[in-house]
């Protein structure tokens, strides 16, 4: 595998079709294998015919490291595939759903918004409905985040530390770091999130929150399931995976069937404290 990462994600994403390349291996060099792509383009293995397919569509908090976490979900009688693609915006992530669901039986969906495009949260209401009514069996998981109410608007620079994914922590990619700038990703993934819960319980889709399970105001270190700001480390896979087959479980045991509701869904006001956080990031808006 290439050390340059923008080389290395080349050889397996075709960034014209949005989609992985099919049937690739990616070696480790002592042998393993870090990831496979499968003959449909989804991270994980061939398509088991004995199985109901589920997928799990994301960005790269689903692409993950590896196979990501979603290769550790296990429920009797469905194979679990990875959809993540890195840097997708939310509305490239349904365009793959939507598309890949009308080529083919997918059992059970899970849908992550993503972060992209941070701000970018107008007609996120409007376009999850617009797809929900299209895509079965849907399922809306929120956006996990290192960050919490009591840190955002302090100085975070002093826990930035150089290393792996596993013991290193960054900010936000190759964003420079600011309070302001740290404060509006905040406030764009908790509106994201809100928007997500709303959308589900307005149309009746399940919802995983891990924004909750990952909240991070209780912990003496804020970073320990985190390399950054929205990414997690390898080693919280398995609680992520736990999470979403606390959330799953019941519906496939029951062979749950969604049923989109006929009229569309109207968005709600997002929490008062969100639009608190939007107007100090205005007031405090830095060159970035």
């Given at each position: 595998m290439p050390e340059s990462h923008g080389e290395f994600q080349s050889l397996y994403l075709d960034s014209a079709a949005n989609w992985l390349r099919p049937n690739l291996r990616f070696v480790n060099p002592d042998g393993s294998t870090y990831f496979d792509t499968n003959e449909i383009g989804l991270k994980g293995g061939p398509l088991d015919p004995r199985r109901k397919l589920a997928v799990v569509w994301g960005d790269s908090v689903?692409?993950?490291?590896?196979?990501?976490?979603?290769?550790?979900?296990?429920?009797?009688?469905?194979?679990?595939?990875?959809?993540g693609i890195e840097g997708n915006a939310y509305g490239a992530i349904l365009e793959r759903a939507v598309k890949l669901n009308r080529e083919r039986r997918v059992a059970l969906n899970l849908i992550l918004p993503g972060w992209h495009t941070i701000g970018?949260?107008?007609d996120l209401c409007r376009d999850l409905a617009a797809a929900l009514n299209i895509v079965p069996n849907p399922v809306l998981?929120?956006?996990?985040?290192?960050?919490?109410?009591?840190?955002?608007?302090?100085d975070l620079t002093p826990f930035f530390t150089a290393g792996s994914v596993a013991d290193g922590f960054y900010f936000c990619g190759s964003?420079?770091?600011?309070?302001?700038?740290?404060?509006?990703?905040?406030?764009?993934?908790?509106?994201?999130?809100t928007i997500v819960g709303e959308t589900a319980a307005a149309m009746g889709v399940p919802l995983i929150d891990l924004f909750s399970v990952f909240d991070t105001t209780g912990l003496s270190d804020f970073r320990r399931d985190f390399?950054?700001?929205?990414?997690?480390?390898?080693?919280a896979y398995p609680k992520i995976a736990q999470a979403v087959f606390d959330g799953i479980k019941a519906l496939a045991a029951a062979g749950w069937e969604y049923h989109p509701p006929a009229a569309g869904v109207a968005r709600q006001g997002a929490h008062p404290w969100v639009n608190g956080l939007r107007k100090f990031v205005t007031r405090n808006r830095a060159p970035i």
């Open positions: 689903v692409f993950g490291i590896g196979g990501g976490w979603p290769e550790l979900l296990d429920c009797s009688g469905y194979q679990f595939l990875n959809g970018i949260n107008t998981v929120t956006m996990p985040t290192a960050l919490n109410r009591h840190i955002v608007d302090q964003t420079e770091y600011s309070i302001a700038k740290q404060t509006e990703v905040f406030a764009h993934i908790v509106e994201r999130n390399f950054d700001v929205m990414h997690p480390r390898p080693n």
